[in-house]
């Protein structure tokens, strides 16, 4: 090994994102992150994935927290490391297509407070989705990373993975990443795939995988070996099952190797050491459920998310015909071929699984038909890698016509509108994006912020009051 060239594998570390949006539903809070921040700081990851995601939305809709703040927080702390966010295309973090003046001015703000590396999906893979995101991005001199939703089916050829890098690199990114959300790399099939995306384009390639089918670590393996430059992985009191990993695995993993990361074992252990308690914490109050940590290998089998199959089950439950689950998992291929078989990521995960649980509780396909799968066969999510089904269209839609241009060029510009429909809110330029993306959610969170500063003003009313008595 002593003569082969040197290739350092870089770590994205994710237990400030993913990791808790994977295992404990989003939860952590931004006073148990900072006192870890300036030790992690020193690690020397390649970046550390904290904001984007669940992470807006739950920090504004269960932990009571401005997501700018810890944005902003974290920057403060995190002197040396790159931040990185994941952001869903033309969805921004939300689950509608927005115009792009919200696209390019929620970036603008994102790089502002601290955010360098962008990483940009879309659930069907639509690279024109992507467009305004990574033009904003690189205006802003932002990294930015294109994420292809990866998935299993016909249309899904080397072939295919390889010109949409080509495409990619044409587009401008700075990087590609893998994000195989359900965990349907496998090892050998990562050596392919990550052949294909280097035969493409020169830019760096990164994977993203979560440990559902038990498999992850290995795919790490064979992805690092054929070229793959960055992983993604979460400390190990945050790692596995759901989640990604665990870092200190992967370092072990490659040292010594010309993929050494060169990272400090000792350093991730004092991290490790301050995550655990916090871990044991969460299994005590059942924020983690021992059962995401085992390995579910039925993602595997019926190619879809862990996520979508607990979906399926709890709608089953919810129409009391449990007895059905057979019969949906044989549907939800079949509709999601009807539908030019996109990958099933949010929010297509959930529009194929509903139709499925449909098209079988009512006994004829496509009898009962959800807005959403609407929304798909009108070409408003954008375009699918295959065609829609025609006859399953025309039941669905009638005589619609379908859009084919990119959804967002049919949205006239909305800031304005919401800055209007806001603007008693109002105490950062932010907040305005916090509302376009939950407008419900992020009125709740303004009058509790606004709740709690006049508590405190009348406290500290009470205080002067008691200190000058007049
Ligand atoms: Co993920």
């Known amino acids: 090994m002593a003569d082969q060239v040197k290739r350092p594998v870089k770590i994205t ?36 994935e904290c904001w984007g995601g669940a992470t807006f939305d739950s920090c504004l809709r269960f932990l009571k ?30 689950y509608n297509h927005y115009a792009d003046d919200v696209v390019e001015y929620f970036v603008q703000k994102s790089i502002a407070n601290g955010i360098d590396i962008i990483r940009i999906f879309d659930c069907l893979n639509d690279l024109r989705n ?3 995101a990574v033009k904003a991005t690189k205006k802003e001199q932002g990294h930015a990373q294109i994420a292809l939703s990866y998935t299993l089916g016909d249309a899904y050829t080397l072939e295919y993975w390889e010109q949409t890098a080509r495409r990619i690199e044409e587009m401008g990114a700075d990087s590609i990443c893998i994000k195989d959300m359900a965990g349907l790399l496998v090892p050998y099939e990562a050596t392919k795939l990550v052949s294909a995306l280097k035969a493409g384009s020169n830019l760096p390639i990164q994977l993203h995988t979560h440990y559902t089918s038990g498999v992850a670590s290995m795919t790490y393996l064979k992805a690092v070996e054929a070229g793959c430059d960055i992983i993604d992985c979460a400390m190990s009191p945050l790692a596995l099952g759901t989640s990604q990993p665990a870092t200190e695995v992967m370092v ?47 993602t595997l089998m019926y190619q879809v998310p862990g996520g979508m ?60 038909v959800t807005k959403e799968s609407k929304k798909i066969l009108s070409g408003e999510f954008g375009q699918t890698i295959k065609p829609f089904n025609k006859e399953v269209q025309k039941k669905c839609i009638g005589d619609v016509e379908p859009i084919t241009c990119r959804p967002a060029d049919l949205i006239p ?32 969170f303004f009058k509790y912020r606004q709740a709690q500063q006049t508590k405190v003003d009348v406290a500290a009313a009470d205080t002067a009051n008691k200190a000058y008595p007049v």
């Open 413 to 444: 510009p909305q800031l304005d509108k919401f800055r209007e429909e806001c603007k008693e809110w109002i105490q950062q330029d932010e907040d305005v994006l916090s509302y376009a993306l939950f407008p419900q959610v992020a009125t709740e």
């Open 65 to 94: 927290e401005d997501p700018w703040e810890r944005l902003r927080k974290l920057r403060a702390g995190f002197k040396n490391s790159k931040l990185q966010m994941l952001f869903r295309g033309q969805n921004i973090l939300g």
């Open 130 to 132: 992507l467009e305004t």
């Open 252 to 298: 072990e993993t490659f040292r010594g190797t010309p993929y050494d990361s060169g990272l400090d074992q000792n350093l991730l252990a004092e991290i490790a050491d301050y995550f655990r308690p916090y871990r044991e914490e969460c299994l005590a109050n059942g924020l983690l459920n021992p059962k995401v940590l085992g390995v579910n290998i039925k």
């Open 309 to 368: 199959l607990s979906n399926l089950v709890s709608q089953l439950k919810e129409a009391h015909a449990e007895d059905k689950y057979e019969a949906v998992l044989e549907e939800v291929p079949r509709v999601r071929k009807d539908f030019g078989e996109p990958p099933l990521v949010t929010p297509s995960s959930q529009i194929v699984g509903t139709q499925a649980v449909l098209n079988v509780l009512q006994g004829e396909r496509y009898k009962m």
């Open 13 to 48: 570390e994710t237990i400030l994102r993913d990791a808790h949006q994977s295992l404990i539903a989003t939860r952590m809070p931004t006073e148990l992150m900072l006192p870890i921040v300036e030790k992690m700081d020193q690690v020397g990851y390649h970046s550390v």
